[in-house]
């Protein structure tokens, strides 16, 4: 590395009780999608302290916000995430479970190191551009809602991503790698039926059952589960069933649906014929309905020319280190769960000798904790599950990487995860996320070539054009 990006590094390394007080803050807040108006309002003092450019608000979200600083292009984007998850309210550090808040949120997913992480990478990159007076500038966006909301698939909607040159960003995982190949978009909606009161007994044929409505829906969808892509998925919760009294026919009742595709266009053609299900089960039991588009969000597009200069950076950065006690915590942590001796990393599931390197390198290891960086897999792979990335994916080019901040092993959205974000562990994955991500960025600035190849991939990859899933209509909101 160069003496400046050295001295890049270094600036967040002399940040790190800054990172680490914001990602604590931010657990504390554990605020839910759409809902993070302490954590926004955080960020933007913080950011504002720091020299950035603050603009709040943007695309019409109140709790999104964009920091910038610098000046012409190449324009590189950080992805920044907050949002916490309801009924994961967990004691940092603990070892069993314990609530901190009886029946509150928790950060089941990291969202407060990743928004703190990226805050690092952003700083890094803004004491790089000030030292060199290189032209170039670093936007750190605020993207609320990943977990319910999809922020980033309603600023893809304003075309935001594509007045970037690259975005990259990350996640706390139980791994460190850099992440590639796609996953599965998503829509939700939600569906109001409405009938017509009546007593079960006394005067049946007078009441039109708004549950009936949404019984025979499920059952219509099942029938639809045949004949569609085995990549897709179709889920559904019954939020309101109308009441409590059997002999009540049910004058309403709500089901949410949540309708995945490894591609937004199928996803978006499955939601259609969702809908007209709807319809079919309105009009068999006289019924109305309310639709109510919730969100949706894109399957993600890979760009290994990103995905190998990530690599390349977290090779020489190496991973986060942690101490005996460290690592005595997080070995005593991962006999709560099962799956603690699971193999990390997407290629495991697609390449045999992938796998066996990496059962090689955890019994080297031979701890809980991943203290090694997976080697780098470019083969085709998919994950069932979904993120609004994938929106910032088909607008500009982009990448992301996996930072180990919980055992291997660990389950997602568990209070386990919860506890080790609030942990020396936990902090260490973002300021270590945030020096990979500088890094990266900073070679962008410098290289032209690697930004051209990056587009070209990108361009290709992106032939067929952009299915946007949110309609022109549609406002972020959450399911009631």
Request: hydrophobic letters at 40%.
């Amino acid at each position: 590395m160069t003496k400046e990006k050295l001295a890049a590094v270094a600036a967040i390394e002399k940040k790190a009780d800054l990172i680490a007080g914001t990602a604590d803050s931010i657990w504390e807040y554990a605020e839910l999608s759409l809902q993070e108006e302490q954590s926004a309002a955080l960020y933007c003092k913080t950011l504002e302290s720091e020299g950035f450019t603050v603009e709040k608000g943007i695309c019409g979200i109140p709790t999104a916000f964009s920091a910038s600083y610098g000046a012409g292009r190449p324009i590189i984007g950080i992805l920044a995430e907050y949002d916490a998850l309801s009924g994961l309210s967990q004691k940092g550090g603990s070892l069993t479970r314990e609530e901190a808040v009886p029946g509150g949120c928790g950060h089941g997913c990291g969202h407060n190191l990743l928004g703190a992480g990226a805050m690092a990478a952003a700083i890094g990159v803004k004491a790089y551009l000030e030292e060199t007076k290189c032209p170039g500038t670093v936007v750190l966006y605020g993207c609320p809602g990943e977990e319910g909301g999809a922020a980033k698939a309603f600023m893809a909607r304003e075309n935001l991503w594509r007045g970037l040159d690259a975005a990259l960003t990350w996640h706390p995982e139980d791994r460190n790698e850099v992440a590639t190949g796609s996953s599965n978009s998503c829509i939700q909606v939600q569906y109001h039926f409405t009938g017509v009161a009546s007593h079960a007994a006394g005067s049946p044929d007078r009441g039109r059952s708004a549950l009936d409505a949404v019984e025979l829906m499920n059952i219509g969808v099942q029938f639809l589960r045949e004949h569609m892509s085995d990549k897709a998925r179709i889920h559904y919760a019954i939020t309101d069933a109308g009441g409590r009294s059997p002999n009540v026919v049910q004058p309403r009742a709500t089901v949410l649906y949540m309708v995945r595709s490894n591609h937004v266009s199928e996803a978006v053609e499955l939601q259609k014929r969702v809908d007209r299900i709807a319809e079919g089960a309105a009009l068999m039991t006289d019924t109305t309905f309310e639709r109510k588009f919730i969100d949706g969000l894109a399957d993600t597009v890979t760009n290994h020319t990103l995905e190998k200069l990530l690599h390349e950076n977290f090779s020489e950065l190496g991973v986060p280190s942690h101490t005996a006690e460290e690592v005595a915590y997080t070995d005593a942590l991962a006999k709560t769960y099962e799956g603690a001796d699971t193999l990390p990393g997407i290629g495991c599931d697609y390449d045999t000798e992938y796998a066996l390197h990496v059962k090689t390198l955890r019994s080297e290891n031979g701890r809980a904790m991943n203290d090694f960086l997976l080697p780098l897999y470019q083969g085709e792979a998919f994950r069932p599950g979904s993120t609004d990335v994938g929106d910032v994916s088909w607008e500009c080019p982009t990448a992301q990487i996996h930072v180990a901040a919980w055992p291997n092993g660990c389950p997602g959205h568990s209070w386990q995860n919860v506890s080790c974000d609030r942990t020396a562990v936990g902090h260490k994955a973002a300021i270590h996320a945030g020096k990979v991500l500088c890094a990266a960025a900073i070679d962008l600035l410098n290289s032209p070539e690697t930004l051209e190849a990056a587009k070209a991939e990108f361009l290709e990859r992106t032939a067929e054009g952009y299915t946007c899933p949110i309609p022109a209509d549609a406002v972020p909101t959450v399911a009631d």
